[in-house]
């Protein structure tokens, strides 16, 4: 962890680093000390001498920054009590089972149609000569966290689970809080044992009357869904059996009938789809034409015609 105020001496020190910062000429640390901007090279700040370290090939960062990341990450580990790799939280078998597992296992195992990986899939690799057939990568042995038989002879056959990993729980865990028995009595057991049995048909019967009622809503939402499909087909079917149109106004219109919507819009009922036409007028060949009423195209006054009638002279 990086302290406060600390120098990057004091953390060459504690990272095994002792002497790096010597000033001597040639060095990249020694930048810092020969531009004047520390008095000595024991002044250097941690951050400006991490930022002109030389860097270890292949990584992007100096030594002493990744002695800092080292250690970070492995008091990481150490502190966290869930690691994998603690005592007792896998077997052997199993541990060695997951350290073999790869990013590239996981992506032939979930990818779409994955054939050939990388060993790494962080690095690029050349085609094919540095891919690798998926076949070829290890597989996690999920028999290792299977319970077998005391002698094993079932080993590798699903379910076959010891019956002592079937057992229920005893009434002394499961029942805490009520009054003690001597388990040692057979009626005490034979009773203990049938009180488990109720309780698994219990929950059995729980959990089989949830999927039901919840089947049962599933299917009722099903049956008002197809009722209403049903209601929306009579009306179109109905509809279609009257024949002709329906006008904006909701009158009846027969099939090719022809209706002035309004003054200057023509409309027809055509197989079952009413089509409406504007009249367009031209020009009035006099030069205040009026608009009367009943007529589309605008008259004029002084000629007692349309506006349109020029067209016929």
Not at 64 to 90: H, I, K
């Amino acid at each position: 962890m990086l302290l406060s105020g600390e120098t990057y001496g004091d953390t060459g020190s504690s990272a095994f680093l002792v002497g790096k910062v010597s000033g001597d000429s040639g060095s990249s640390e020694s930048l810092l000390y020969d531009c004047l901007l520390y008095s000595t090279p024991g002044d250097i700040d941690l951050w400006p001498a991490l930022m002109v370290e030389d860097l270890i090939p292949g990584t992007r960062v100096g030594p002493t920054l990744m002695c800092l990341f080292v250690t970070q990450f492995q008091r990481l580990r150490d502190g966290d009590r869930f690691w994998y790799e603690n005592p007792g939280v896998f077997t052997p078998a199993q541990l060695t089972q997951l350290k073999q597992v790869s990013l590239g296992r996981v992506l032939c195992d979930n990818g779409d149609n994955i054939q050939q990986v990388q060993p790494d899939v962080f690095v690029k690799a050349e085609y094919p000569q540095g891919y690798l057939s998926c076949g070829e990568i290890p597989k996690m042995d999920l028999r290792m966290w299977q319970d077998c038989w005391e002698d094993c002879r079932s080993r590798g056959q699903p379910r076959a689970f010891a019956p002592e990993s079937r057992k229920k729980r005893s009434a002394q865990r499961s029942y805490s809080g009520k009054k003690k028995v001597d388990l040692s009595d057979p009626l005490n057991r034979q009773q203990d044992s049938l009180n488990s049995d109720d309780d698994a048909t219990i929950v059995l019967l729980l959990a089989k009357t949830k999927f039901f009622q919840d089947f049962s809503n599933f299917a009722a939402e099903i049956q008002k869904t197809i009722t209403t499909l049903k209601e929306q087909i009579n009306k179109l079917e109905a509809r279609l059996k009257q024949g002709g149109c329906r006008d904006d106004k909701g009158t009846h219109r027969r099939d090719r009938e022809h209706w002035m919507k309004e003054d200057c819009i023509n409309c027809t009922c055509e197989s079952g789809q009413v089509t409406c036409m504007v009249k367009n007028c031209p020009l009035a060949p006099c030069l205040s034409p009026e608009l009367m009423k009943g007529s589309c195209c605008p008259v004029c006054r002084d000629q007692r015609m349309p506006a349109d009638a020029s067209k016929k002279h």
